[in-house]
């Protein structure tokens, strides 16, 4: 009798195994928990020691700097050479200058970011009715904290940073041009409320 009890208990895993990934009906999933959206918390740094296109020189002075090399810091301020932080850059016309998010590193950690879908079938002016879709809406967190966060705005004339304080036989470009527009340095924490809303494009 044991053995048999031991070879039907082996016939029935697989089948037991098979039902746990039957899909379940409607009833029975609004009882599981989190069908309500997600619930995010979390920190990352950007660059917080530099990147990889470019290695922190000795001094800060540009002229003095190799083709992979850049600082951050203030030129002409004395102060020591920095490690740059990550770099983007748009450019809204094909023969148009670039808008750059430059020296953009720290540590940026937050809590209660909410990912979640909405029907939108009111409001917005009365275009809600005609809309009656579902978007996807982001929950802003209620506090973002930044520790050594630092970024500059600026327009240039390349994508690319370039060196225009060397020739171009050292790996520089004379002519290229940026203008930060504004700077900043964040330390501390911005509280945050609303939502975004992601509407689908057809």
């Excluded at 850049?70 to 990550?86: F, N």
């Excluded at 996807?136 to 506090?143: I, K, R």
Aim: proline fraction near 4%; glycine fraction near 16%; aromatic fraction near 8%.
């Amino acid at each position: 009798m044991t053995c048999a009890r031991g070879l039907i208990g082996l016939l029935l895993a697989p089948l037991l195994a098979h039902a746990e990934l039957q899909p379940l009906e409607d009833e029975s999933l609004s009882q599981l928990s989190g069908q309500g959206g997600v619930y995010l918390s979390g920190e990352f740094s950007i660059n917080k020691d530099g990147g990889v296109l470019w290695t922190t020189p000795a001094s800060n002075n540009p002229a003095q700097w190799t083709a992979g090399q850049r600082s951050c810091a203030g030129v002409g301020t004395g102060a020591p050479a920095e490690a740059c932080g990550m770099r983007l850059a748009i450019r809204s016309e094909n023969n148009g200058g670039w808008y750059v998010l430059d020296n953009l590193k720290g540590i940026f950690s937050f809590e209660g970011l909410t990912l979640r879908t909405r029907t939108i079938d009111s409001g917005f002016n009365g275009d809600g009715a005609g809309f009656n879709q579902d978007v996807l809406e982001f929950g802003l967190p209620n506090e973002i904290r930044f520790k050594d966060g630092n970024f500059s705005f600026g327009v240039a004339s390349q994508g690319g940073w370039r060196n225009n304080a060397i020739g171009a036989a050292s790996g520089g470009d004379p002519s290229y041009q940026q203008t930060n527009i504004f700077s900043a340095r964040i330390d501390g924490t911005i509280r945050m409320q609303g939502n975004v809303l992601v509407f689908p494009k057809n």
